[in-house]
Nanobody, 121 residues
Framework: VQLVESGGGLVQAGGSLRLSCVAS????????MGWFRQAPENEREFVAA???????TKYADSVKGRFTISRDGENTVYLQMNSLKPEDTAVYHC????????????????WGQGTQVTVSS
């Protein structure tokens, strides 16, 4: 099983990025997908999650109204990030969890290696 993120980079504050995550190696039709981030010396932090059907989403308060999670079929998930702030700087990981989504990273079954997002002020 493999989850591969892409789309990270360096952007100025107020800018936008779109992260992608492609999952392979098994069927993900019953898996919720989530995005988490981790900055140096910080704990892993929940960002957003989407149900297996794509019909339900959840966001951290810190990104609500600025980020949008979506999925294209069972294997691809996106994170559209607008109005980026320096405090959004982190490595962003996508993750897959069987059945319902959760904001607790410990419940996720599969993880990608992450993509770096850096927002300059």
């Amino acid at each position: 099983v493999q989850l591969v993120e892409s789309g990270g980079g360096l952007v100025q504050a107020g800018g936008s990025l779109r992260l992608s995550c492609v999952a392979s190696g098994r069927t993900f039709s019953s898996f919720a997908m989530g995005w988490f981030r981790q900055a140096p010396e910080n704990e892993r932090e929940f960002v957003a999650a989407i149900s297996w059907s794509g019909g339900s989403t959840k966001y951290a308060d810190s990104v609500k109204g600025r980020f949008t999670i979506s999925r294209d079929g069972e294997n691809t998930v996106y994170l559209q990030m607008n109005s980026l702030k320096p405090e959004d700087t982190a490595v962003y990981h996508c993750a897959a969890k069987f059945s319902e989504y959760s904001s607790n990273w410990r419940f996720y079954d599969y993880w990608g290696q992450g993509t770096q997002v850096t927002v300059s002020s």
